[in-house]
T-cell receptor, first 115, second 114 residues
Framework: AQSVTQLGSHVSVSEGALVLLRCNYS??????LFWYVQYPNQGLQLLLK??????LVKGINGFEAEFKKSETSFHLTKPSAHMSDAAEYFC?????????????FGKGTHLIIQP | DGGITQSPKYLFRKEGQNVTLSCEQN?????MYWYRQDPGQGLRLIYY???????QKGDIAEGYSVSREKKESFPLTVTSAQKNPTAFYLC?????????????FGPGTRLLVL
């Protein structure tokens, strides 16, 4: 069975500082991995996804993530935080049994940007 | 503009009442999903549908029901059997059944119990 662990329910960084949001997964087969962002009272928006084409994945808004199989990790980074990055971030894995049977989400990390 | 719409934005349920949440998409996607979001819990899958007139239970289907009579629509009914319905409900869709497909989300419906 697949699972996702996001370390840190809240992460606080200063504006302009590096953003690092951690995600570890458990999967019995090579997974597909996703990062989504959610602003208050809104739906989720895809930031980036790993599909095995390249281990370093670039997404929108300057975010990127690196797939490390040996560490079963898919951490999200951004070199310089902006106030508009304050939101909830979710890591998700898609493994399934042969069909589109939904994503398994981590519990989320609330990113706080300090001025 | 193509996208997913959910209505209403806020919904209030009385004790013993069934309520239905609407989800419509004009993306021509085959697959649709319902998730429940609780604070600090992430999203949990309630039901999903890969094709019209077919749907499967997710991880927390008890107390919920769905239908998929049209490709564009996937309404969710929260029945009186769901004892703790207060949550944020998100509908999503994807182009096909492949695991790599991106799921696109609607803006959500917040359900509150009176």
């Amino acid at each position: 069975a697949q699972s996702v662990t996001q370390l840190g329910s809240h992460v606080s960084v200063s504006e302009g500082a590096l953003v690092l949001l951690r995600c570890n997964y458990s999967s019995s087969v090579p997974p597909y991995l996703f990062w989504y962002v959610q602003y208050p009272n809104q739906g989720l928006q895809l930031l980036l996804k790993y599909t095995s084409a390249a281990t370093l994945v670039k997404g929108i808004n300057g975010f990127e993530a690196e797939f490390k199989k040996s560490e079963t990790s898919f951490h999200l980074t951004k070199p310089s935080a902006h106030m508009s990055d304050a939101a909830e971030y979710f890591c998700a894995v898609s493994e399934g049994g042969g069909g589109a049977d939904g994503l398994t989400f981590g519990k989320g990390t609330h990113l706080i940007i300090q001025p | 503009d193509g996208g997913i719409t959910q209505s209403p934005k806020y919904l209030f349920r009385k004790e013993g009442q069934n309520v239905t949440l609407s989800c419509e998409q004009n993306l021509n996607h085959d697959a649709m999903y319902w998730y429940r979001q609780d604070p600090g819990q992430g999203l949990r899958l309630i039901y999903y549908s890969q094709i019209v007139n077919d749907f499967q239970k997710g991880d927390i289907a008890e107390g919920y029901s769905v239908s998929r009579e049209k490709k564009e629509s996937f309404p969710l009914t929260v029945t009186s059997a769901q004892k703790n319905p207060t949550a944020f409900y998100l509908c999503a869709s994807s182009l096909g059944q492949a695991l790599v497909e991106t799921q696109y989300f609607g803006p959500g419906t917040r359900l509150l119990v009176l």
